[in-house]
């Protein structure tokens, strides 16, 4: 059992920010046990995620990145469109306060900005390509960080490598049927999400990657008539969101619907008033 002034002590730490929490491990050499015991940084991470969530100032926070910042903000691409032929520099993804980075194309970099600490990825392994796609996420399991990278190998298959934060090294997953329409994996609930399409059915669908399993995964797109509408107008417009630890999917069209999948893995269109609302708090 703790000691009770242990308990205080934690209560009092996990409302800090971290670089106030960086300046109390020099206090002494038990708060400095503390406050690098991996059990606390799980607290206080998901004490100020849950912060974050109910300050609507702060809540929709997006990390961005961009070279070419007056170019982006003129035109409308995004990472998943025109922008990867116009840059070297990508952001991969980010999750817990870690933001992994490609500020070129022969490095990769995992970054703590409030520490301030850097780590190196190891190149991967892959042979040169035209395409390829991403995502950065946390597997709770074996407390561990990683990010996934997929290239094309033929016209109908994408190769898999995972690449583990722990043990700093690159491994194989596998290679699976889908081409991928869209390069950055949007994290929501423990998995990574792409646009893809399936060459066994020959239809759009969205695949998931689990970190937990080490697993793909296979969803649907909504059936509705407004859907089918839009993807016949405008078929490689779509795109992935997270919202409200929710996978949304929308159209690259200001003011249009927004379809949401709930618990049973089903699409529930919001209309247009939600997407209008959620334009305003994320951009």
Known sequence: MAHPLYEVEEEILKRLDVKDLL???????????????????????????????????????????????????????EFDHGFFELNDSHLLGSCN????????????????????EVKKVRKPRIPETDFLCWGFGYDSLTNDYKLVLGYKKDENHTCFQVFSLRSNMWKVIGEINYGFTSRVGILCKGALHWLAYAFDISSNVIVSFHFLEEKFLEFPMPHDVRYRELVTWKPFLMRL???????????????????VMNKEQSWKCLGRNVRSRMMLCTT
Request: charged letters at 20%.
């Open 97 to 116: 306060g870690l933001v992994c980075v490609s500020p070129s194309p022969s490095k990769i970099l995992v970054i703590n900005p409030s520490t301030r």
């Open 241 to 259: 969101g997270n919202m409200n630890e929710c996978l949304c999917l929308f159209p690259d069209v200001f003011l249009h619907d927004v379809w």
């Open 23 to 77: 300046r109390c491990k020099s206090v002494c050499k038990s708060w400095s046990s503390l406050i690098s015991n991996q059990r606390f940084i799980k607290i206080h991470l998901e004490h100020h995620y849950a912060n974050d969530c109910d300050n609507e100032r702060i809540g929709h926070r997006r990390i961005t990145m961009s070279k070419e910042a007056d170019y982006i903000s003129n035109q409308h691409f």
